[in-house]
């Protein structure tokens, strides 16, 4: 399992940006596929983005589409969620993920390592 550290979530107003970051600690990194969920109280993990290094092609939650975007820098070992046009319905906690396979998936059950989560609160 590889060690995954979230930053960048905090408090705005609806209509505002943030942007999270994940740091993985693997030398493998540009091998994994990287993937962020969120959870929001009493609902199960939900996915968001996904970003396949195979194929660098990358999924979204229809949610999501047109709003945020996944991207990667391998050099950096860093994963990043751009969130723009956030809504009070973004509210959740959001999770990194990671998997040692080449296409990112939806299912949470497949990622073998986390980090920790950063929360997100958008205010109406």
């Known amino acids: 399992q590889e060690q995954l550290v979230e930053s960048g979530g905090g408090l705005v107003q609806a209509g505002g940006s943030l942007r999270l970051s994940c740091a993985a600690s693997?030398?493998?990194?540009?091998?994994?596929?990287m993937a962020w969920f969120r959870q929001a109280p009493g609902k199960e993990r939900q996915f968001v983005a996904g970003?396949?290094?195979?194929?660098?092609?990358?999924d979204y939650a229809e949610s999501v589409k047109g709003r945020f975007t996944i991207s990667r820098d391998n050099a950096k070992n860093t994963v990043y969620l751009q969130m723009n046009s956030l809504k009070p319905e973004d509210t959740a906690v959001y999770y990194c993920?990671?998997?040692?396979?080449?296409?990112?998936?939806?299912?949470?059950?497949?990622?073998?390592?986390w980090g920790q989560g950063t929360q997100v609160t958008v205010s109406s």
């Open positions: 993920a990671a998997a040692p396979f080449g296409r990112a998936v939806t299912d949470f059950k497949r990622y073998s390592s």
């Open positions: 970003h396949s290094w195979s194929t660098s092609n990358t």
């Open positions: 693997t030398r493998t990194f540009s091998t994994y596929a």
